[in-house]
């Protein structure tokens, strides 16, 4: 080893080592002598790759330590350094037998001679013994024995008499003395006499400088050795890692509760900030206890109805399984085989035979011709026993039904499964009971009648879309009659347009804050006629919208009378008719085929389950309102996370500087350092992660029966907001294992020490 103008100067500017140049010897037992503070122990750290010199070089075989990187040091003291320190730095959590074991277990060496080192530096059966049961003299030894258990070329000791008696001191020089029969052992100390005994050499320091050196002639030559980077195995990190565990502290506790907390709270308002509302509303279906859901339309925030077109697109998305409903067919009165029957319960109208009615007994079949239908089981009951027929009929099938003067076949009973829920009705008597499930019986497919599918066109001959007049008010029009003699009409200029009844000309001047004294006490249309130049104006930008497209269409005239209805020629009608000839008042579709997917692409003019989807909009303007608020406390609480995420590791880094620097010292590996940490922290991490996201999942359940208590909607939980808190934990981590990595790089062993 040979030392050139080595310097090492503190950063508080104390010059230690002052331009010291030496050449050692490969073997033999040297002492450096000195007062305290004469750079004795400074020279010694800088020998064994501890410190790093501020000038100079020092060679070791063909390395140059001064220009190996930080990693490279720690090999060269793992491959070539032995240390025993006055401080015997042991850990004292392992045994005597794993302290000794650590050193060759970074070299990557077999286990099966420690006992034969301690027994070497005379402890016998002191293996299973704990560093606090060993005496001082022990402790040293002991340290010897694992500075020894690696082989090392160069041992380094540094003031290893100092606490012991003369007795135990003359042993240990005895036993370095022999050691350094075989390699370069170097001892600090300022006891002349031991080195006037033992030293094949001595070197004197005083202020950093040597003031003698009897080794002018010593003998070095190169050998290669390879620096070999320290290893680790598992066990042993779980070993040292663990330690922690034992000695659990009340700050660690707090800590992993206020994770916990954290993260329960983070993964909670995630599942919120992330609902997925067209799942909620398949979930909210699905839990019900319908097999249907009906879908209508909305045109500007009115009920349309739907025509074939759209009949056809959701017929298309629901897999030819879609229903239709006219609820405007009232059968006030029924004709049963010529007698005339009066009942009290409406159908509620008819639909047409589809795969809807697959789910259901049939008794007969489904009409396949104009002719034909088919009814409830309950329509049939109520018909046959509620008092409408005399007669003991039990079942219409093949009976002959009149309905809107047409005579029709009953060519199938459908089993709705209705008909033992209403006989229960009426068994008990129960009035409220009754109300509810007349009520449910409204949106069920019980009360219809069915018909052929091609016999349409012969059951409606007119149009009942509303049409709305003036966009800012809400009279509506209903039907569309064709202009006949049999109105009495005034069209006010040529166009093509809309004739529009008396009574809601007036309603319209009202709105127009129109002086409407003029029609006082006198027949209005008369008046109207009258004064015809008077409202001439009026009629210059009155439109009429219509609510299934956005199209206006021209008032042009007034007719005499008070209905609901618009009067039109046969050429504007058939042009309106395209726009509004929508006859469904809603469809039906089966529940079973219903999927997220359907209900993301259904186009959202059409409302599937529209008093589920109304309940969902009231929760999503509640959850709004609170947005702004939820982001901020889901982001302080991932910064919270973090934050708890990195004080963990610090205080963890804290508690085992002493074992890290131990470590350190014995040529450990940076990333072995790192691997301890991890191993360390990673099982309280997951046992952490894992009980939250139970626990959340929990409270999620419970909020979600809280909102279905409010708003009658199923939650749940969106898979995609628990990948995004996977994915942010695995980023939480990712920050958390550089910032701990760069941490134990800049640890530095000499601050870890705090050598005097
Ligand atoms: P010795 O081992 O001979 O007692 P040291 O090598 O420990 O002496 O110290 C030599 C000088 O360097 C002393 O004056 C000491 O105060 C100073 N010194 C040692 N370590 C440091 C340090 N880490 N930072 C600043 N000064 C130090
Ligand atoms: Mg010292």
């Known amino acids: 080893m040979?030392?050139?103008?080595?310097?090492?100067?503190?950063?508080n500017n104390k010059i230690a080592i002052d331009n010291i140049s030496l050449t050692l010897p490969n073997k033999g037992l040297i002492f450096i002598l000195g007062k305290s503070g004469s750079g004795k122990s400074t020279l010694l750290n800088l020998i064994g790759g501890i410190d790093r010199v501020s000038n100079g070089s020092i060679i070791v075989d063909d390395y140059k330590i001064e220009e190996l990187n930080d990693a490279s040091l720690a090999s060269y003291r793992n491959s070539y350094c032995g240390f025993v320190f006055q401080e015997y730095n042991l850990i004292e959590s392992l045994n005597v037998y794993d302290n000794v074991k650590l050193a060759i277990d970074l070299k990557g060496l077999k286990e099966e001679f420690v006992s034969t080192y301690l027994n070497k530096v005379g402890l016998f059966n002191f293996e299973k013994k704990k560093i606090g049961e060993c005496s001082g003299g022990e402790k040293q030894r002991i340290a010897i024995a694992r500075a020894l258990i690696k082989e090392p070329n160069i041992i380094l000791c540094d003031e290893v008499t100092a606490a012991l008696d003369s007795k135990n001191s003359y042993n240990l020089m005895a036993l370095l003395k022999d050691l350094a029969k075989e390699r370069l052992v170097i001892v600090v100390s300022h006891n002349e006499n031991l080195a006037n005994l033992f030293a094949d050499?001595?070197?004197?320091?005083?202020?950093?400088?040597?003031?003698?050196?009897?080794?002018?002639d010593a003998k070095n030559f190169n050998e290669h050795v390879k620096l070999k980077e320290s290893k680790l195995n598992n066990r042993t990190k779980f070993k040292l890692a663990s330690l922690n565990i034992k000695t659990f502290p009340i700050r660690t506790i707090f800590n992993i509760i206020l994770l916990s907390l954290s993260f329960l709270l983070l993964i909670f308002f995630t599942f919120i900030n992330m609902l997925d509302f067209n799942k909620?509303?398949?979930?909210?279906?699905?839990k019900s206890n319908y097999n249907y859901v009906t879908i209508n339309k909305k045109h500007?925030?009115?009920?349309?109805?739907?025509?074939?077109?759209?009949?056809?697109?959701?017929?298309?998305?629901?897999?030819?399984?879609?229903?239709?409903v006219n609820k405007e067919l009232s059968l006030n009165n029924v004709n049963y085989n010529d007698d005339l029957l009066y009942y009290s319960i409406l159908p509620r109208g008819y639909t047409f035979n589809s795969d809807v009615f697959n789910n259901f007994n049939v008794l007969g079949r489904l009409p396949n011709n104009d002719n034909e239908i088919a009814i409830s089981k309950f329509l049939n009951e109520i018909i046959t026993y509620n008092g409408l027929i005399d007669k003991e009929i039990d079942t219409m099938l093949n009976d002959v039904l009149i309905v809107d003067n047409k005579s029709y076949q009953v060519v199938g009973i459908i089993d709705t499964n209705f008909t033992d829920k209403f006989n229960y009705l009426k068994k008990n008597n129960d009035e409220e009971l009754l109300i509810e499930y007349i009520n449910y019986l409204n949106s069920d497919i019980s009360s219809l009648i069915v018909f052929n599918k091609n016999n349409i066109n012969n059951i409606i001959d007119i149009t009942n879309n509303p049409i709305l007049i003036n966009e800012n008010s809400n009279r509506l029009l209903n039907n569309i009659i064709l202009i006949d003699e049999t109105y009495d009409y005034k069209i006010i200029n040529d166009e093509e347009g809309i004739?529009?009844?008396?009574?809601?000309?007036?309603?319209i001047l009202s709105d127009l804050n129109f002086d409407l004294s003029i029609f006082n006490g006198s027949d209005y249309y008369e008046t109207f006629i009258n004064n015809i130049s008077l409202f001439k104006d009026t009629f210059k930008n009155l439109y009429l919208n219509t609510l299934a497209k956005d199209y206006k269409y021209k008032v042009v005239g007034v007719y005499d009378n008070n209905s609901n209805n618009v009067l039109m020629t046969k050429e504007l009608f058939d042009i309106i008719y395209q726009d509004i000839s929508g006859i469904y008042d809603n469809v039906l579709v089966d529940k079973s085929n219903l999927n997220l997917n359907k209900i993301k692409d259904l186009d959202n003019s059409y409302l599937l389950e529209e008093n589920i989807l109304n309940n969902i909009n009231n929760f999503k303007t509640n959850i709004n309102n609170f947005r702004i608020p939820l982001v901020i406390i889901t982001i302080i609480l991932l910064i919270m996370a973090v934050g708890i995420f990195i004080i963990n590791i610090n205080t963890t880094l804290t508690d085992?500087?002493?074992i890290i620097a131990i470590l350190k010292m014995l040529g450990c590996s940076n990333k072995n350092i790192f691997g301890i940490i991890v191993i360390n922290i990673l099982p309280f991490i997951l046992l952490t992660f894992l009980t939250s996201t139970i626990l959340s999942f929990f409270l999620f359940n419970y909020f979600a029966n809280l909102i279905y208590i409010i708003y009658s909607i199923n939650l749940t939980i969106?898979?995609?907001s628990y990948l995004f808190i996977v994915f942010i934990l695995i980023i939480i981590s990712i920050i958390t294992i550089y910032i701990t990595f760069k941490k134990i790089n800049k640890l530095n062993l000499i601050e870890m020490f705090h050598f005097e």
């Open 2 to 11: 040979i030392l050139k103008n080595v310097s090492k100067i503190y950063n």
């Open 656 to 658: 085992k500087t002493n």
């Open 201 to 216: 050499g001595i070197i004197k320091l005083k202020d950093g400088k040597v003031i003698e050196n009897n080794l002018i």
């Open 718 to 720: 969106n898979v995609l």
């Open 300 to 324: 500007n925030g009115y009920d349309i109805n739907l025509n074939e077109s759209d009949v056809y697109y959701l017929d298309n998305i629901f897999n030819n399984s879609i229903g239709v």
């Open 280 to 286: 909620i509303h398949l979930n909210t279906i699905n």
């Open 499 to 507: 004739i529009i009844p008396i009574y809601t000309y007036l309603e």
